[in-house]
């Protein structure tokens, strides 16, 4: 995927990107022992999803929280976890896209950034990956490894995150790159096509199925984002509000309880998604797509299982180009 904000680049520069690997802390360091205990207010409600929309800037956020989103990718700076909305919480960016570099290069200077947010109860994971291909990326998986063991070491309890798509997943089975959590991001609205082939959702469950995720490492990244007003490709377009119920359904069906899901995208993105869900409220001729999501946000309880499988989805990077 792509970096996003300025405040993250500029988070990275100030905690001194330069490339190169940690040295293992000792033992007795008294930095690698458990932080102390999330506030209950911190806490998601047991069995209850979390929800994120990414490329959202800070001043749509409270926005955002009224449509229950209560998961927020931000940098990791203090001042901006500090400001989310009542009860949000943090899915600190700190990744790559697909090859691209780090958001903080060097692993000394990552482990450095962990242990500060180490005890912040309202820092709910770690997002070290978008999308990245072991076939073409040398190292890879390596470079999420280390970084997964540090988030585990410094931070024990906050969440090692990678979304990954349809390029091969076996490099990244959970004893390889120690993540928690993956993201899986096919995308069934295809432009030109008057249906969306729910089907391409069940082929990348079943890939991650055969990579060896087991369902409770899943994160459903569902389609709330169209290619018809974007610079770049246009292979995809927004969905219709009937159209993402069933995207969703049929998640619910394959992945009932997650730890959380993501709406890809909230914001635009120059070269890869416009329109995007910040537009999508019913006005402009567009689809309210904002309130089929609220729906889903607030609802008390998870859905109902089964599985399958059938044909491929193209990625498509969810995060914005700087």
């Excluded at 076939?135 to 470079?143: A, F, L, N, Y």
């Excluded at 995720?213 to 169209?226: D, E, K, L, N």
């Excluded at 999508?280 to 089929?292: M, T």
């Amino acid at each position: 995927m792509k970096t996003r904000l300025a405040a993250v680049a500029a988070a990275a520069a100030t905690a001194g990107a330069a490339a190169g690997y940690l040295i293992a802390p000792s033992p007795g360091d008294a930095s690698a022992r458990p932080a102390a205990a999330h506030s209950a207010a911190a806490r998601s409600a047991p069995g209850r999803p979390l929800h994120v929309a990414l490329n959202m800037p800070a001043e749509d956020q409270a926005r955002a929280a009224r449509l229950g989103y209560d998961l927020f990718d931000v940098a990791p700076d203090e001042g901006a976890v500090a400001a989310l909305p009542a009860g949000g919480r943090a899915l600190l960016w700190v990744g790559n896209s697909t090859c691209g570099d780090f958001e903080i290069a060097d692993t000394d200077d990552f482990a450095a950034t962990v242990k500060r947010f180490a005890g912040n109860g309202r820092v709910y994971g770690w997002y070290l990956s978008d999308e990245p291909n072991p076939d073409e990326c040398p190292g890879i998986v390596e470079k999420i490894r280390r970084r997964a063991d540090i988030v585990h070491r410094y931070a024990p309890g906050q969440k090692a995150f990678a979304s990954l798509t349809d390029w091969p997943m076996r490099p990244l089975r959970p004893s390889a790159a120690h993540l928690d959590l993956i993201g899986l991001d096919p995308y069934p609205c295809r432009a030109g096509r008057s249906g969306c082939d729910l089907d391409v959702i069940d082929t990348m469950v079943g890939q991650a199925a055969r990579a060896g995720f087991p369902r409770r490492m899943i994160v459903p990244v569902v389609q709330t984002f169209g290619q018809s007003c974007n610079d770049g490709e246009r292979t995809w377009r927004l969905p219709g509000a009937a159209e993402l119920r069933s995207i969703l359904d049929r998640w619910d069906r394959l992945v009932p309880s997650p730890a959380f899901d993501i709406s890809y995208s909230w914001g635009r993105q120059d070269e890869w998604a416009c329109p995007a869900l910040a537009d999508a409220d019913g006005s402009g001729g567009r689809p309210d797509l904002q309130s089929v999501m609220k729906r889903h946000n607030q609802r008390r309880t998870p859905q109902a299982p089964p599985p399958t499988a059938s044909t491929p989805a193209k990625p498509c990077p969810t995060r914005d180009v700087p």
